[in-house]
């Protein structure tokens, strides 16, 4: 089945503890993002990625690294998480430049105490 | 201004009704235009994408878009009580800025519930 993978789901943590939140996709899918969603917000991207090794910075990159090892996989990692990053919190992929189906992951509800 | 704005709703219709919603966007030289429905606690799914300016039908829902205007509007044709969900806009910026393809700005989305 295509699909696009997040974990943890659920994640409950304190104020600089570093994490990392995985993605992964079975889709061979070239394009990779984060997104993250806050009520009356919407969703604004963090990070992309067009392919291994080719990351770049979204609207709202600060307080977010990521990396593109492998084609399947782009992590997030906040190295010191702090509570204004509590939110939910998707990756989504899809195929080459101006594909229109983007396949998001279940989401990962993150709360910075 | 928003690059992307909605009606944040909640949009109330009853069953059996059309369901309308908008969307305007400040870039005028975007060209793809997309809606999303979201369920509560669940990801966003693609139900249409449109990127000439007339209407697109895909059964009982209709995307409209005039670039003209600016706006991209979704009509939502007897409606049930399984479209009760948020609707979000997104928009491709226009071919030739950096990364085009792969940035998709959403608006806040619009919260539609169909009452039976």
């Known amino acids: 089945e295509a699909q696009v993978t997040q974990n943890p789901r659920y994640l409950i943590t304190v104020t600089g503890k570093k994490l990392t939140v995985t993605c992964s996709q079975n889709m061979n899918h070239e394009y990779m993002s984060w997104y993250r969603q806050d009520p009356g917000l919407g969703l604004r991207q963090i990070y992309y990625?067009?392919?291994?090794?080719?990351?770049d910075k979204g609207d709202v990159p600060e307080g977010y690294k990521v990396s593109r090892k492998e084609k399947r996989n782009f992590p997030l990692i906040l190295e010191s998480p702090s509570p204004n990053q509590t939110s939910l919190y998707f990756c989504a992929s899809r195929t080459g430049d101006y594909s229109y189906e983007q396949y998001f992951g279940p989401g990962t509800r993150l709360t910075v105490t | 201004q928003k690059e992307v704005e909605q009606n944040s709703g909640p949009l109330s219709v009853p069953e059996g009704a059309i369901a309308s919603l908008n969307c305007t966007y400040s870039?005028?030289?975007?060209?793809?235009f997309f809606w999303y429905r979201q369920y509560s606690g669940k990801s966003p799914e693609l139900i249409m994408f449109?990127?000439?300016?007339g209407d697109k039908e895909d059964g009982r829902f209709t995307a409209q878009l005039n670039k003209a205007s600016q706006y991209v509007s979704l009509l939502i044709r007897d409606s049930q009580p399984s479209d009760s969900a948020t609707y979000l806009c997104?928009?491709?910026?226009?071919?030739?800025?950096?990364?085009?393809?792969?940035?998709?700005?959403f608006g806040g989305g619009t919260r539609v519930l169909v009452k039976p």
């Open positions: 449109i990127y000439s300016n």
């Open positions: 997104a928009v491709n910026p226009p071919p030739g800025r950096k990364a085009a393809g792969n940035k998709l700005t």
């Open positions: 990625s067009m392919n291994v090794e080719v990351t």
């Open positions: 870039d005028r030289g975007s060209q793809s």
